[in-house]
């Protein structure tokens, strides 16, 4: 039996904005098929690989991916037909030749990933292996702490909070399925707490609480209310992780940002730096994603240099999970973590380098879902099989969050007694 392709076909779906994105479907020549679905962001970075939209104003507002889909049925399929689906690095880079632009400009990292995803799960599918399994290997046991955004604020919502996402770090807990149980407590008392006082329970992008809040510290307050409540220590069993998302921030120039959803202002580099600063004393704060915005690579090495041996500082928009800005950031000391999004490069092959690259210099690599999802698990299985030790997926509701983290409770579960469950 043999693990080739004999057909890639795409078709354009809905993720969960209502927007279209890509599915892929992948036959090999011994009867496998597998389907894969293409993530789409809302705070996107500038440098992220080209998400290939129609622009035909007729449809979807001009959002529709056929153009995409027709990339993938009429330019990839042939291409790579008769291609062996366990040559990973083989078919991303002939994608990437295929393409022939730096940022996959022409057949769209759209198409491109729906294809690159559906070749993993092809080819463990077609030797009997989970997906983590087949691209982790036998070592591939760590299970991630999931770091749920409980709740949204800047682009993902609309209410008076800039702060993007609030995150549930279960840090503490024994297990996967013990920190999942923490977290969607403390998202369920969240909830009662918001109610009391009167405040909207509606959700955000992410599955998280969307309140008009009076200011950030108020979400962090009532956050670590919400932690006591459920029964846990806040810094001990559960600490908060943030993502300012701060090039949304940015009004003027460089280093000039507006906290214009709560009202709370301008501020300068070293102002959002101090604001930090005292935060990070106040609150049980472990992680801080995007604390600046993505052309503010010194101030950024500011705030590592300040605050990045108390907590991790990871690297969005400024790195676009591309090893050229990783690169720069390892060199400059821009952080010490990088966040790691599969539709920001395009190709698996692209990320597991962007993850290695995180490694070698003792740099963390933070996996992330996108705000426009799908019920795709790939995202799961590539998190154990890379043993990061963290990823964020959303939130305790909406189920295109959910299904990754259900994904993950199912492979501790196979893993057994071999699972591991550790922060650092
Ligand atoms: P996005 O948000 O998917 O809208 O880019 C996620 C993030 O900023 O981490
Ligand atoms: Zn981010």
């Given at each position: 039996?043999?693990?080739?392709?004999?057909?890639?076909?795409?078709?354009?779906?809905?993720?969960?904005?209502?927007?279209?994105?890509?599915?892929?479907?992948?036959?090999?020549?011994?009867?496998?098929?597998?389907?894969?679905?293409?993530?789409?962001?809302?705070?996107?970075?500038?440098?992220?690989?080209?998400?290939?939209?129609?622009?035909?104003?007729?449809?979807?507002?001009?959002?529709?991916?056929?153009?995409?889909?027709?990339?993938?049925?009429?330019?990839?399929?042939?291409?790579?037909?008769?291609?062996?689906?366990?040559?990973?690095?083989?078919?991303?880079?002939?994608?990437?030749?295929?393409?022939?632009?730096?940022?996959?400009?022409?057949?769209?990292?759209?198409?491109?990933?729906?294809?690159?995803?559906?070749?993993?799960?092809?080819?463990?599918?077609?030797?009997?292996?989970?997906?983590?399994?087949?691209?982790?290997?036998?070592?591939?046991?760590?299970?991630?702490?999931?770091?749920?955004?409980?709740?949204?604020?800047?682009?993902?919502?609309?209410?008076?909070?800039?702060?993007?996402?609030?995150?549930?770090?279960?840090?503490?807990?024994?297990?996967?399925?013990?920190?999942?149980?923490?977290?969607?407590?403390?998202?369920?008392?969240?909830?009662?707490?918001?109610?009391?006082?009167?405040?909207?329970?509606?959700?955000?992008?992410?599955?998280?609480?969307?309140?008009?809040?009076?200011?950030?510290?108020?979400?962090?307050?009532?956050?670590?209310?919400?932690?006591?409540?459920?029964?846990?220590?806040?810094?001990?069993?559960?600490?908060?992780?943030?993502?300012n998302a701060a090039t949304s921030f940015v009004v003027g120039k460089k280093g000039e940002y507006d906290m214009k959803w709560s009202g709370a202002g301008k501020k300068s580099t070293d102002e959002m730096i101090e604001m930090s600063k005292q935060w990070v004393k106040k609150y049980p704060i472990i992680l801080w994603e995007d604390p600046l915005a993505e052309e503010d690579w010194e101030g950024f090495a500011k705030f590592t240099k300040e605050l990045g041996d108390k907590i991790e500082v990871v690297g969005d928009d400024i790195f676009v999970t591309n090893t050229k800005f990783i690169q720069r950031g390892i060199k400059e000391h821009t952080a010490n973590a990088s966040l790691i999004k599969l539709n920001q490069i395009g190709t698996v092959s692209e990320t597991v380098d962007a993850v290695r690259l995180c490694y070698e210099h003792n740099w963390r690599a933070f996996v992330s879902h996108r705000s426009g999802e799908t019920c795709d698990t790939f995202l799961a299985d590539f998190t154990v099989a890379m043993g990061t030790g963290h990823l964020k997926s959303g939130s305790a509701s909406r189920s295109e969050r959910l299904a990754k983290y259900n994904r993950l409770l199912e492979i501790e579960e196979r893993l057994g007694d071999r699972a591991k469950y550790y922060w650092k």
């Open positions: 039996m043999s693990s080739k392709i004999k057909d890639i076909k795409a078709m354009e779906i809905l993720d969960s904005r209502g927007n279209p994105t890509v599915r892929v479907f992948m036959d090999l020549e011994d009867g496998t098929r597998v389907r894969s679905s293409v993530p789409s962001g809302a705070s996107t970075g500038e440098y992220e690989a080209c998400e290939l939209r129609d622009g035909d104003k007729r449809r979807f507002g001009g959002k529709g991916v056929l153009d995409a889909v027709k990339n993938v049925n009429e330019i990839i399929s042939p291409a790579l037909k008769g291609a062996d689906s366990t040559e990973q690095m083989k078919i991303d880079n002939l994608l990437n030749e295929l393409d022939g632009t730096e940022n996959k400009d022409k057949l769209g990292a759209n198409a491109i990933l729906g294809v690159s995803m559906a070749a993993t799960k092809a080819a463990a599918k077609s030797h009997n292996l989970e997906v983590y399994e087949y691209l982790g290997g036998a070592e591939a046991n760590r299970l991630p702490v999931p770091c749920m955004n409980i709740l949204n604020g800047g682009e993902h919502a609309d209410n008076s909070v800039d702060i993007q996402e609030f995150m549930a770090v279960p840090f503490g807990a024994p297990s996967f399925r013990e920190g999942l149980r923490y977290v969607a407590e403390t998202f369920h008392t969240l909830k009662k707490l918001l109610k009391i006082r009167g405040l909207a329970t509606s959700v955000g992008d992410e599955g998280g609480f969307a309140p008009n809040l009076q200011s950030n510290e108020e979400a962090i307050e009532i956050i670590i209310e919400a932690i006591e409540k459920s029964g846990y220590k806040p810094g001990v069993d559960i600490s908060i992780a943030l993502d």
